[in-house]
């Protein structure tokens, strides 16, 4: 069993290969920076697909692969561009600036219940991975709910418990339609997560027969 402040590999696999999606790798490049085990795990899922592609048949090369290559290597450099600082924000890992900027109060946020408020994320295909920030304030709890599809919750400031482990900064929490969980912010800070899913939640209190049905339609 994945212990609650480790992502599972399979998650770190398609990362290692290229193939994760755009808002996955943007939650992985930041849990990276925070996480040196993960970064630990790549490192070596990079060395086992080193091995791979060593032991791998060479592929045939086009006639003119070498002539190409050598004129493109043959181009002039283009003149290098004045580079104007890099913005940044005491909370937010490098790879999530150029989405969510360098000021927070920017952004536009919505209340989700009280005490809770969410800021989706722009990001390209596939649309089925929604990317956003959560804002918990301290004490307060997310409503109990399971998923349509998978979710992960990037720790970026404070911490939550959710009734299977305890988060805290650079910690992720990974869950999908078989986990039921109710992540309550820790109560001495506000909790900041980054939030991937692939589909909307399924509240499991009393008001969730009521409210699924809405919730499914603007996942």
Not at 186 to 206: E, F, Q, S
């Amino acid at each position: 069993m994945t212990h609650p402040r480790e992502i599972a590999d399979e998650w770190l696999v398609d990362y290692a290969a290229g193939a994760a999606p755009e808002a996955v790798g943007v939650l992985l490049d930041a849990h990276l920076s925070l996480c040196p085990q993960a970064r630990a795990t790549v490192a070596r899922l990079d060395a086992v697909g080193g091995v791979l592609l060593d032991r791998m048949e060479p592929a045939a090369l086009a006639p003119d692969a070498l002539d190409r290559m050598m004129a493109r290597l043959d181009r002039p450099a283009p003149p290098a561009a004045a580079q104007a600082p890099r913005a940044t924000h005491p909370l937010l890992p490098d790879a999530l600036i150029p989405y969510a900027g360098a000021d927070l109060e920017a952004l536009a946020w919505r209340k989700v219940v009280k005490g809770v408020e969410e800021a989706v994320l722009p990001t390209g295909l596939p649309a089925a991975h929604k990317m956003s920030l959560l804002r918990i304030a301290g004490g307060r709890a997310i409503p109990a709910h399971t998923h349509y599809g998978d979710e992960l919750l990037l720790v970026l400031q404070g911490g939550f418990e959710d009734g299977h482990g305890h988060y805290l900064r650079g910690d992720v929490c990974a869950s999908d339609e078989t986990v039921t969980h109710q992540p309550t912010a820790d109560r001495a800070i506000d909790c900041l997560c980054l939030a991937v899913t692939t589909g909307p939640v399924k509240l499991t209190g009393g008001w969730g027969r009521l409210l699924n049905p809405l919730l499914r339609l603007r996942g």
